[in-house]
């Protein structure tokens, strides 16, 4: 993208988004809004996530680890109420992306082996729910590094290669999108509540090692023939509910932990001129990484959630709303009875009303992209 351009876009997008986010507040939202069409006759075959929880339709429920959410009431809102391994209660925003996109419904994990090459072709995805940048932070729940995901992509690829062949598998993966997004475990959990990595580095000093594991997933990424990567910030990582838990003062009340937040919006900012930074020295003309803001709107919800028909903030749907995810948040726990009126469905993750509003505000962006293919 050329600078002028780019500087435009963005302050275009700024607007847009908040147009967006006025405009759809106070609507009944759900899946039918979604209009299944080709927007800008999309000529995009595909799209290809890596990245954590935000983006894993059900990965880990093929590795055999604790940190699923294959079991109610996960998925309590999704077709059929199937509990997937999405850890929420309907869709991703991956999924409404792609349903938009007019591609399919769902993007379904390529670790279920079950399928068929018009699945695969169409796009899946290889993230995994607690994994990060760091590679320390995959351990801390035994889930996917982003390296394996990688390498998962590297098979996809050669099952391609087999099916319908090389050329036409590099063409599939040069027209496809490669949306990434990762980064809120590392600081979230490795970094601000297992205190791992904080035994040696300095937040600003953490922000740049991941980044600079950012750097090399990308490389990897581009080695592989990826033009067009879509990469997601971070939310504010203080405002998720077990953050807010664990750093609570009594008689202070619930509220959002500034100092993580912070955290997150310097790291966005490194983020955004590191991508710059590659796209003007490193990649081709044919070869672009965009930025995907979800801190923006997601903290517009939060603070101010009347406007968007949120009543609880700071608790989740499921459980206390204080503590519980994964195995905590399980049939036997109390939920809330309606979820859209909640930002968040269990202690980490939003629910299906705010990943669709997620979704709303990551749409300029995505037109932005299919424009930006076919011209
Ligand atoms: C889509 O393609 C058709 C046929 O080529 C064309 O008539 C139409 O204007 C295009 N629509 C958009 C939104 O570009
Ligand atoms: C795996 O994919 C197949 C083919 O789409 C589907 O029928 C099956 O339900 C999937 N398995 C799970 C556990 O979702």
């Known amino acids: 993208m050329k600078s002028s351009t780019r500087q435009y876009f963005q302050f275009a997008h700024h607007h847009i988004l908040l147009l967006t986010l006025v405009y759809f ?15 800008f006759n999309n000529t995009i075959p595909a799209i290809l996530v890596f990245g954590d929880s935000t983006v894993d339709p059900g990965n880990n429920d093929y590795i055999n680890r604790v940190f699923k959410g ?20 309907g869709r991703l925003p991956s999924d409404y992306i792609i349903l938009y996109m007019g591609i399919k419904d769902y993007i379904p994990p390529y670790l279920n082996q079950s399928l068929s090459i018009e699945e695969l072709i169409t796009g899946v995805s290889f993230a ?7 590679p320390l932070t995959p ?33 599939l993966i040069k027209r496809s999108i490669f949306l990434l997004s990762a980064g809120t475990n590392d600081f979230a ?28 997933f990308i490389q990897g990424l581009l080695s592989q023939g990826a033009t067009k990567i879509a990469v997601v910030g971070l939310p504010p990582m203080g405002c998720l509910p077990v953050i807010i838990t664990s750093n609570t003062i009594p008689l202070t009340g619930r509220q959002c932990v500034e100092r993580i937040n912070s955290v997150a919006r310097d790291y ?67 939920v809330c009875p309606d979820a859209s009126k909640y930002i968040f469905w269990d202690a980490i993750h939003p629910t299906d009303r705010a990943y669709y509003l997620i979704f709303q505000a990551f749409r300029p962006l995505i037109d932005f992209i299919i424009k930006d293919s076919t011209s």
């Open 25 to 39: 507040s106070g609507r009944v939202l759900d899946a039918h809004a979604v209009p299944k069409q080709r927007p």
């Open 70 to 89: 294959n079991f109610p009431p996960y998925g309590r809102d999704f077709a059929n109420h199937a509990a997937t391994g999405r850890f929420t209660n």
């Open 128 to 134: 995994s729910a607690g994994t990060g940048y760091d």
């Open 139 to 171: 351990t801390l729940s035994n889930v996917v590094s982003l390296q394996k995901q990688l390498e998962y992509f590297q098979e996809y690829r050669e099952r391609l290669e087999g099916a319908i062949g090389k050329e036409e598998t590099g063409d």
């Open 189 to 216: 959990l490795n970094y601000f509540t297992e205190q791992l990595r904080r035994l040696s580095f300095s937040a600003s000093n953490y922000e740049k090692f991941v980044l600079q594991h950012f750097k090399g």
């Open 268 to 334: 966005n900012t490194l983020l955004q001129s590191e991508m710059r930074h590659l796209q003007s020295t490193q990649l081709n003309k044919e070869t672009k990484i965009y930025y995907a803001d979800i801190y923006g709107p997601l903290q517009d919800m939060i603070q101010n959630h009347q406007r968007y028909g949120f009543e609880v903030v700071s608790r989740a749907c499921c459980g206390t709303g204080l503590v519980e995810a994964s195995f905590m948040c399980n049939a036997k726990t109390p």
